[in-house]
């Protein structure tokens, strides 16, 4: 079991910035890629950017040149660097992690972005 706590998000206007953070606790040996996800009012949860144990990243073409995924091992913790922002940012920002063997170990409880002028 895998446990995901995510923080930083906020109320911010266009163009600001936001610092996301993805506390891993319990059975982390496991994880293999850490992801992030967002779910906007009304639509379907989509997924933003990953993050492979080896540091290897991949990003939604609608975040490419402004999110940035990183990960602190010593703090078992995975960020999202938000640059740019839009308001069809907005959205409720979930992390979750998967195992070697594509597993989902866990999500997390999300944290509200809101890009408002």
């Known amino acids: 079991q895998v446990q995901l706590v995510e923080s930083g998000g906020g109320l911010v206007q266009p163009g600001e910035s936001l610092r996301l953070s993805c506390a891993a606790s319990g059975s982390i040996f496991r994880i293999d890629v850490m992801g992030w996800y967002r779910q906007a009012p009304g639509k379907q949860r989509e997924w933003v950017a990953t993050?492979?144990?080896?540091?290897?990243?991949d990003y939604a073409d609608s975040v490419k040149g402004r999110f940035t995924v990183s990960r602190d091992d010593a703090k078992n913790t995975v960020y999202l660097q938000m640059n740019s922002l839009k308001l069809e940012d907005t959205a409720v920002y979930y992390c979750n992690s998967r195992s070697y063997s594509n597993a989902v170990l866990g999500w997390g409880q999300g944290t509200q972005v809101t890009v408002s002028s």
């Open positions: 993050i492979t144990r080896g540091g290897g990243t």
